[in-house]
């Protein structure tokens, strides 16, 4: 759909304005000849809204001209955001062509993030790796971004519900904290806002509607509140404004949340922001010192982010005095230029940067923090968690420490002596082994405070370990952390591995890689990497795994033998009736042989012995094949009876975390499956892990591993092995 001529000249004259008012310097062609190429792009497009396409593109580029006004080229992109994503016709060289290199790095930028949306869930870390990618090329990518978003949410109404969630959890869970940490506050409270009302409708009522109902008596008491302080800032001749402080609706839903509280008790906090006119930082702290003439001030309720800006350069001085009628009231104080700050964050720097470097710098620390995230999410198994690790520092608080020198580190809330030491450089964390608190030896693990003067100990010696993980918060000391155990673990796995196969050429063996996954289930390990660790860590000896029972000797070397598998394979046999030998059953003597301890169900053979009557073997058993190359004439087939509708018997050992419940749930995945017979089932319970046997009749083996299946989906269980006792 087409914008009618007459109306594109007015709606870009408005563009235009808008810009040359907000904006430093603006190439008014730029715009002329982004507006009228979006437009002819855009002119069969329908939003689904039922309005000309076009109308997007042009409302994104408003709010960049007026609410987050940033510069003529980001106003350029907005319009040209879409349309490459949306017009087969048009590339990204169709935009450098006509726009040159910048532009086109932002708009292919900006398409990259759109595909990264597409029914993709961008809470993959994966994907949202290659968000920060694009942002990190330049940062308008995310300004123009977070402009877009804003429209689209504005706009949400059209859209089919389960879009519409999917938008609004995107926009909560990533589009906001990243506004938040381009000290954005404006445009996140609105995201959040927009997003809470579509995920959490009545909630959102509900609070809008209490907050409303109490205004009139909020703002009387904010006056009361006021009215000395006015007075006396005026006597200095200080220009100002003071307001009573709007809380957005998310914010107030989620301390509801967090402290467990109702709306009554948390919105009781009264709260009064004071903007000075002039950009002087002396001017705020001498409305404090008023305010605490007048009122007294809450002990440890004052924060000074003014000598001490937030990571993302958020100023004020919040102060808690106790008001009129003992309520207490919450006070923020700042200059109208670290309001503009606070609220604009990244875009107020970009406008305040001209030729100023300590605001250069400022805007090189928003592209470079992404770089680092980026960075130390090298791993397959860092990456996983970077998502997770990024939301916790993205809204965490923060304080702030010392080093020996006097150097001031910020760091989230919660931070102890090791996230400090990767903070200064890795090879620090690496080897730290001690640190000082404030001159006093510490433990590793001491949560630091602000103000703490923090000096770390290292020594060449001292390498990470996993115990770091359980109180480590920041994300790069994790990701370190994490990096180097997975390398110990390869590097030991590793050699390891050497060792065994060493092992195994000496002892001329030869195993499959099954063998060798039956070998460590039995020895209780998860895995080969956990295997080969173990061996390399001495924790098994090889010689006696390995150890081949000798035919004679067989009843001295013999694997361990536990209570549980003695009580399953007597309970086997005996339910399993009397052997089959040359297809009939017979009375002779037999005995089990117990180099491979068979069981009902395993394929089986017999060997005639002088006194033991037949021993029975599996098939693949090792001693047997050595007897039968000497002996072949002492072998007879044998099979286990078959059983009412041929089931055999199994021994299943279940290992996981404890839950209510468990024991009957297990039951009923087995006793709804298929006719599944159950003959017992033990758990037992320590310290909330559990491990159980179950025994239970199945048809076959593909009956069974559906059982060992569906066993595995219950939550909490980790692992479902089968009962045996064979070490080949
Ligand atoms: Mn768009």
Redesign the pocket.
């Known amino acids: 759909m087409n914008i009618a001529p007459v109306t594109a000249v007015i709606m870009l004259d408005e563009l235009i304005k808008n810009c040359q008012k907000n904006l430093p310097a603006v190439n008014v062609e730029l715009i002329k000849k982004a507006f009228d190429f979006s437009a002819v792009a855009h002119e069969n497009d329908t939003r689904a809204s039922n309005e000309p396409y076009f109308t ?1 593109p042009y409302a ?1 580029a408003n709010i960049l001209a007026t609410e987050i006004p940033f510069d003529d080229i980001s106003v350029s992109c907005a319009l040209l ?2 349309i490459v994503e949306d017009n087969m016709e048009y590339s990204i060289d169709t935009i450098k062509k006509n726009f040159g290199e910048d532009i086109a790095l932002i708009v292919d930028g900006l398409t990259k993030i759109q595909q990264l949306f597409q029914g993709a869930d961008i809470n993959q870390a994966e994907n949202y790796r290659k968000l920060l990618m694009s942002v990190s090329k330049d940062i308008r990518v995310i300004v123009v971004k977070f402009a ?1 978003r804003l429209h ?1 949410m504005r706009t949400i109404d059209f859209l089919n519900p389960e879009k519409r969630k999917r938008i609004a959890k995107e926009t909560l869970e990533i589009y906001a904290p990243l506004a938040h940490r381009f000290g954005l506050g404006k445009l996140k409270w609105e995201l959040e806002d927009l997003a809470f009302k579509e995920l959490n409708k009545q909630a959102y009522e509900d609070i809008k509607k209490k907050i409303s109902a109490k205004r009139p008596e909020r703002e009387k008491y904010i006056d009361k509140f006021s009215d000395p302080i006015v007075q006396k800032i005026k006597e200095y001749g200080i220009k100002f404004e003071i307001s009573g402080r709007p809380k957005h609706l998310y914010s107030i839903y989620r301390k509801m949340i967090k402290r467990n509280k109702p709306f009554e008790e948390i919105y009781d906090l009264f709260a009064v922001r004071i903007i000075l006119e002039a950009d002087d930082v002396n001017q705020c702290y001498t409305a404090f010192g008023i305010i605490n003439q007048i009122f007294i001030p809450v002990p440890d309720r004052f924060k000074d982010y003014i000598a001490i800006p937030k990571t993302n350069n958020y100023q004020s001085i919040h102060t808690t005095v106790v008001g009129p009628d003992g309520e207490l009231v919450e006070v923020q104080i700042r200059t109208r230029k670290m309001h503009d700050i606070a609220e604009k964050g990244v875009a107020a720097h970009w406008r305040y940067k001209e030729g100023n470097p300590a605001i250069d710098k400022t805007m090189s620390s928003y592209v470079s923090w992404i770089r680092e995230m980026i960075e130390s999410s090298g791993t397959e198994d860092v990456r996983k968690n970077i998502l997770e690790n990024f939301k916790l520092n993205l809204y965490s608080d923060e304080i702030y420490v010392f080093t020996p020198n006097g150097d001031l580190r910020r760091l989230p809330l919660k931070s102890t002596p090791v996230d400090f030491a990767f903070d200064i450089h890795s090879k620090i964390g690496f080897h730290c082994i001690g640190a000082k608190v404030n001159k006093k030896i510490v433990p590793l693990d001491t949560l630091l405070h602000s103000g703490d003067q923090v000096e770390i100990i290292i020594s060449k010696n001292q390498h990470p370990n996993r115990n770091w993980l359980k109180f480590v918060v920041t994300h790069k000391a994790k990701a370190e952390v994490r990096k180097w155990l997975n390398k110990e673990d390869d590097d030991l796995a590793k050699t390891g591995k050497e060792l065994w196969d060493k092992k195994i050429k000496k002892l001329k063996l030869s195993f499959t890689p099954q063998d060798v996954a039956k070998l460590y289930l039995n020895l209780k390990y998860e895995n080969t990497k956990q295997f080969y660790k173990a061996i390399a860590q001495g924790k098994i000896n090889l010689d006696e795994i390995l150890s081949t029972p000798q035919p004679n000797k067989e009843e001295k070397k013999l694997p361990q033998v536990n209570a549980e598998f003695e009580n399953f394979t007597q309970f086997a046999r005996s339910s399993g009736g009397t052997l089959v030998v040359g297809g009939e059953s017979t009375n002779m003597l037999f005995s089990y042989s117990k180099c491979c301890n068979p069981i009902p169900g395993d394929q089986v053979v017999g060997f005639i012995t002088k006194g033991e009557g037949i021993k029975i073997h599996r098939k693949n058993c090792k001693s047997m094949l050595q007897l039968s190359e000497k002996e072949s004439e002492k072998i007879i087939s044998v099979e286990w009876p078959a059983l009412e509708n041929s089931n055999f018997i199994v021994g299943l050992s279940l290992k996981g975390e404890d839950s209510p419940g468990l024991l009957s749930e297990v039951a009923h995945q087995v006793v709804t499956f298929q006719n599944t017979n159950i003959k017992s089932i033990n758990i037992d319970t320590k310290n909330s892990k559990f491990e159980g046997t179950v025994t239970l009749f199945v048809q076959n083996l593909e009956h069974l591993s559906r059982v060992i299946d569906r066993l595995r989906k219950i939550k909490g269980v980790y692992t479902v092995t089968r009962l045996e006792n064979y070490v080949q």
Do not use: A
């Open positions: 997007h994104v955001h879409d877009d689209n």
